[in-house]
């Protein structure tokens, strides 16, 4: 930061606000008082007379010398980190600051390592919502910055090898919904022999269809494994892009659904999360032939009865990967621990507490 003539400030960056007062009619109010040009602004031959008639002779700048950005052109270059598929920049800089929002509905994913990375270089910010969470279009994502209004280019050169864009891609994306259809397997001898109502399927078709995905297959097997196995196998015929099993996921003899999934030919991820409600959750995928070359991976749940009782449980933070497509890994399960203890607040205010973040 240095103090020059106003006439030389041309091409330099403002260190903070400069206010104008404008006369107002005499009887004692302003026509205008605020920031005419706010700070980090680069003067221009134009602003030149209208500071020295605002009684500014003399400015404090930062020089925007070689090898130095200004915060607007570094914020672009770190925005540019961010945007993968279904993120967008929301605009020009605005005060040194880019936001990037949702183009499409979907899950937002960040690669939270690379982002850490960094955000571990001095002097740039990249701040993001939770990843692995349902947006619509629109929405806001992330926003980026540099600290200084001046920043030295190697600073911004730093933040993009941690980013390393060009062998890993963006460091964020936003997948679309993309399964459409689900059957839903409801366990339990009581339910098939009609002694209680399933209390359980309406609940999960109404979280089901808030991405869209409709059921359109449904059963009561009971809870015979040879039966429960014959069902997948009837849901998976009828080509739906997705199997929900609801109950019969503990470790009691009686409850045969882990099993049964297993034996139907699922490639199992997890049978367990660290999560609660919904310590017993199972994730697996039939990896199915369709055709002569051709594949294709329908994902299946086994869901605790919790879910049925419970407004957000461990199958509310899977969800959204399954309906995108986003194949479940065991590690994001397992990430899942710390934030994975829900509060029970009343009201239940999910997703916007701090259950799965």
């Known amino acids: 930061m240095k103090l020059?003539?106003?006439?030389?400030?041309?091409?330099?960056?403002?260190?903070?606000?400069m206010t104008q007062i404008l006369p107002g009619d005499g009887k004692g109010s302003p026509r205008f008082k605020g920031p005419r040009f706010k700070k980090g602004h680069v003067v221009t031959a134009e602003d030149v007379p209208v500071l020295l008639s605002m009684g500014k002779e003399h400015l404090y700048v930062w020089e925007a010398g070689p090898g130095m950005l200004h915060e607007d052109d570094a914020a672009r270059r770190l925005a540019a980190l961010c945007l993968g598929r279904g993120c967008v920049a929301?605009?020009?800089?605005?005060e040194g600051k880019i936001g990037i929002k949702a183009e499409h509905d979907g899950v937002f994913l960040?690669?939270?390592?690379r982002l850490l990375a960094v955000n571990d270089c001095e002097e740039v910010m990249v701040a993001t919502r939770k990843g692995g969470f349902a947006v619509s279009a629109g929405d806001d994502l992330a926003g980026t910055r540099v600290i200084p209004l001046v920043v030295k280019e190697s600073v911004v050169e730093a933040a993009e090898r941690a980013a390393d864009v060009e062998k890993s891609g963006p460091l964020m994306r936003v997948e679309p919904w993309r399964l459409k259809t689900?059957?839903?397997?409801?366990?339990g001898s009581?339910?098939?022999?009609?002694?209680?109502?399933?209390?359980?399927t309406p609940v999960v078709e109404a979280k089901l269809a808030r991405y869209g995905v409709e059921t359109t297959w449904h059963a009561t097997p009971g809870d015979n494994m040879d039966a429960l196995v014959a069902a997948i196998h009837e849901a998976l015929a009828t080509g739906v892009d997705m199997v929900v099993c609801t109950g019969g996921m503990s470790v009691d003899p009686d409850d045969n659904t882990p099993g049964a999934i297993k034996r139907a030919g699922a490639r199992i991820v997890t049978y367990g999360a660290p999560v609660l409600p919904g310590a017993m959750l199972?994730?697996?995928?039939?990896?199915?032939?369709?055709?002569?070359?051709?594949?294709?991976?329908?994902?299946?749940?086994?869901?605790?009865?919790?879910?049925?009782?419970?407004a957000a449980t461990v199958f509310d933070l899977v969800l959204p990967r399954l309906v995108?497509?986003?194949?479940?890994q065991r590690r994001d399960l397992v990430q899942m621990g710390e934030g994975g203890l829900c509060l029970h607040c009343s009201p239940c205010t999910f997703p916007v507490c701090?259950?799965?973040k």
Not at 110 to 113: A, F, Q, Y
């Open 190 to 200: 009581e339910v098939a022999k009609g002694l209680i109502e399933d209390r359980f």
């Open 282 to 310: 199972l994730v697996g995928y039939f990896d199915e032939k369709v055709a002569a070359g051709d594949a294709r991976t329908v994902p299946v749940a086994g869901l605790p009865g919790c879910v049925m009782y419970n």
């Open 4 to 17: 020059v003539r106003t006439e030389d400030a041309i091409g330099h960056v403002l260190c903070h606000d």
């Open 110 to 113: 960040v690669d939270s390592e």
């Open 354 to 356: 701090p259950f799965g």
């Open 90 to 94: 929301a605009g020009e800089p605005r």
């Open 324 to 328: 995108a497509g986003v194949e479940v």
């Open 182 to 187: 689900a059957a839903i397997i409801a366990t």
